[in-house]
């Protein structure tokens, strides 16, 4: 099962402005006027030009035209060109499962919709971009493409606009605005006007030079920056006469910029290059720190960074952080490698990020998942490059194990197998992190329904463990070994291999691979009419309760194969309440997949309930969804293959071919999980019989275990229920049954922890 996290909404992701957008007014309308008469449109100039701003500022005023958003992908630290579709999948939100090629993943989400896409920073990639462009647009009719480059991308269809200096007036408001920012008395005035507009004209009219002039009139005079500049401009003109004129001034105006700040502000600005994307200060602190700069000077001078324009700061899901502009981060990346400590900075790098992703992995079984692989994801640019730099393979494989739940759960599967398959070439020799690794890239690849790839790397890694005594690794071998064999309809293998991963689980502790056991054992049990099938769903459900799980992944896949079972006993009214609180529980974690498998489930239960047009609304919204991935329902194996096919045939029976159609085209409408559940959820009319609360135990059994849980003994409760003790002790019995417990301190337990996650 694969679970998509950091819903993304579908209004876009465009970045907000942190400062306002000064001059350019006729170049703003020429774009969108060109915008609006190509579907590829690039705008080039020299760094420092002002492309991104320009292409920020022309997609939020274009936004209201393109009912599915605008969006963002910025690709300037993307270093690997076979990445470049899978940063574009991450930053639209599109599932990347790998089930297909990435680029075929992206071209069937984007079919049906019609958006804006910004690729930001193409210029080191433009071969891979101008294929990812020709892929989409080709595959959809209303996708939009707006590029920023230091050259046209050159494939049929590319219109140009060359993004030019601002025009004096426009430098001098821009100055004006900036050094207000950092200096609140300063004026343009008749006085000082020409030395303003002398100023401007030496750094070209262009708008990151100008920014950086800005930062230092907060000290300086105007006479006294244009002095220092010409002397600097003389000086560095002398040394490449061949340089081109901007090229000239921008490097002048970092040189003269880098060499105003202190030493340690220096030493700080070249260690900070090493991130990829923007960081926190707790990777400051850990990758900066030493040989110069203590601990607890890093905010200090980064804040001195700051004021000086060096560094952004910019924050996300509320908490600051920081970034470099890509002139200004290769600036720095430069003068570090000149340093000498290039490889040391870059191990800190590698070794913080590899500390973040096994404190995550140690810790998942605690609550937090949703904040840990937010944070991840906001990682990712810095895990890439982690990955990228890695000098030591066996660190390297730690890593890309260690981030097995972002991979698989956190919508990178196509990726995570790109870095295992390039760890695991690198690293063959029989160590823990390999052993790891191999049941990871096992996961990995039969999330990609690649079961061949998925058999040889459980063999190796089952054959490892063993010879390490690594029982945990043996425990995810068992259990994914029953995932395949559950997808491919061998039931009764898959139960065997789930009993023994459940057995291992509990040996060693790991609650989170109990639960997924005994949800994917309780499915198979339900195929096969087993009666232990409800007992075993329930003690998902116990143990998902009793955990406290959040986001609510096992939670969710509990109340689901609670409902599935009950669907199979021919329960309705408790499988639909079951199932639409499974919904409940998924909401925001944008699981494609699981979505889809739920709204399969309550479309035949809704069909077996009467209302056929509403259950082809919902095999609409669960197509939907598994297109969006890639994927078929026969990833899931034969018995959901059939179950699908059994309720459409219902469905065009009762209301005929053309009326199912329609039905399933409005639910398709639905854009993501979100909207889809919300659609599913609708509906509020109940069941005929009162629906059951989402949990393996009846209204009366959890009376009872709440009264057990308050101490009472049978003849307690019998006589606070009005019951017979022989019926109490029933109940009781039934409910040690259910969620496979032998104790009435166990019911205790789990009624207290299942009260505290209801509230």
Request: proline letters at 4%; one cysteine or more.
């Amino acid at each position: 099962m694969t679970i998509q996290t950091s819903q993304i909404p579908d209004v876009g992701n465009l970045p907000a402005a942190l400062t306002t957008f000064v001059g350019r007014r006729q170049d703003l309308a020429e774009v969108r006027d060109r915008l609006g008469a190509t579907r590829l449109l690039t705008l080039t100039g020299v760094g420092g030009v002002g492309k991104t701003r320009l292409a920020l500022e022309v997609a939020a005023a274009s936004a209201p035209d393109f009912a599915d958003g605008v969006w963002l992908v910025d690709l300037a630290a993307v270093r690997d060109s076979a990445l470049v579709a899978n940063a574009t999948a991450a930053a639209l939100g599109a599932p990347d499962l790998g089930v297909r090629p990435i680029v075929d993943q992206l071209s069937a989400f984007l079919a049906h919709r019609s958006p804006l896409i910004v690729l930001d920073n193409c210029e080191h990639l433009v071969d891979a971009c101008a294929e990812l462009a020709q892929a989409l647009l080709s595959a959809s009719p209303g996708l939009r493409i707006l590029t920023t480059s230091r050259r046209a991308l050159g494939i049929f269809g590319e219109r140009i606009f060359a993004v030019p200096p601002l025009a004096p007036d426009d430098a001098v408001e821009l100055l004006r605005d900036r050094t207000t920012a950092v200096r609140a008395d300063f004026q343009v005035t008749d006085d000082n006007r020409a030395q303003v507009l002398r100023l401007c004209a030496d750094l070209d009219g262009l708008p990151l030079a100008i920014e950086l002039a800005a930062s230092r009139l907060r000290t300086l005079t105007v006479d006294e920056a244009v002095n220092r500049l010409e002397d600097r401009f003389g000086l560095l003109t002398s040394g490449n006469r061949t340089a081109r004129p901007h090229q000239r001034t921008l490097r002048a105006l970092i040189d003269w910029s880098h060499e105003l700040c202190a030493p340690a502000e220096r030493l700080l600005w070249h260690r900070l290059s090493v991130f990829a994307g923007d960081f926190g200060l707790d990777a400051a602190e850990a990758v900066c720190m030493g040989d110069g700069i203590d601990r607890n000077e890093v905010l200090d001078l980064l804040d001195q960074l700051v004021v000086q324009s060096v560094v952004l700061p910019t924050e996300q899901n509320g908490l600051p952080r920081y970034r470099l502009l890509e002139t200004v981060r290769q600036y720095g990346r430069d003068r570090l490698a000149e340093s000498g400590e290039e490889q040391r900075v870059l191990r800190r790098h590698h070794d913080f990020y590899l500390a973040l992703a096994e404190g995550i992995a140690d810790g998942w079984s605690g609550p937090g998942q949703w904040e840990n692989l937010t944070r991840l994801c906001a990682e990712h640019a810095d895990l890439r490059a982690a990955l990228a730099h890695g000098d030591d393979p066996q660190a390297t494989l730690a890593l890309v194990g260690a981030l097995r739940f972002h991979w698989c759960w956190g919508r990178f599967i196509g990726e995570g197998r790109h870095w295992l398959d390039r760890a695991l070439a690198a690293a063959p020799e029989p160590t823990p992190a390999r052993a790891r690794a191999l049941w990871v890239a096992a996961w990995v690849a039969a999330l990609q329904s690649d079961h061949p790839a998925a058999h040889r790397w459980l063999d190796e890694a089952e054959d490892l463990g063993e010879r390490l005594g690594d029982s945990v690794a043996c425990a995810h071998v068992q259990n994914l070994r029953g995932s395949l064999a559950l997808s491919g309809g061998r039931l009764d293998e898959a139960v065997s291999f789930f009993e023994a991963a459940v057995a291992a689980y509990r040996e060693t502790g790991e609650e989170i691979g109990a639960i997924y056991a005994l949800v994917q054992m309780g499915t198979a049990q339900s195929h096969l009419g087993d009666p232990r099938a409800t007992q075993t769903c329930g003690q998902a459900l116990a143990l998902s309760e009793a955990h406290g799980d959040r986001p609510a992944h096992s939670h969710a896949y509990a109340l689901w194969t609670l409902g599935y079972n009950a669907w199979i006993r021919g329960d309705h009214d408790e499988a639909w309440a079951l199932i639409r609180s499974a919904l409940e529980k998924a909401q925001g974690l944008n699981d494609h997949i699981g979505v889809a498998q739920m709204l399969e489930a309550l479309a035949w239960i809704t069909a077996a309930r009467g209302d056929l047009e509403e259950a082809g609304r919902l095999l609409g919204a669960a197509s939907a969804l598994l297109r969006d991935t890639g994927t078929t329902l026969s990833t899931f194996g034969p018995h959901m293959v059939e179950q699908r096919t059994r309720c459409e045939e219902d469905v065009v029976r009762a209301l005929g071919r053309a009326a199912y159609e329609k039905a399933a085209t409005e639910g398709a409408g639905r854009r993501g999980p979100e909207e889809a559940i919300a659609y599913a959820l609708r509906t509020r009319s109940e069941p005929t019989a009162a629906a059951p609360a989402p949990s393996p135990l009846t209204a009366r059994e959890r009376d009872v275990a709440a009264l057990v849980a308050d101490g009472l003994s049978n003849r307690q409760i019998a006589s606070a229920l009005g019951r017979s003790p022989r019926t109490v002790h029933g109940h009781v019995e039934n409910i040690l049954a259910k969620l496979g417990f032998a104790s009435r301190a166990r019911i205790a337990s789990w009624w207290t922890a299942n009260q505290a996650t209801d509230a």
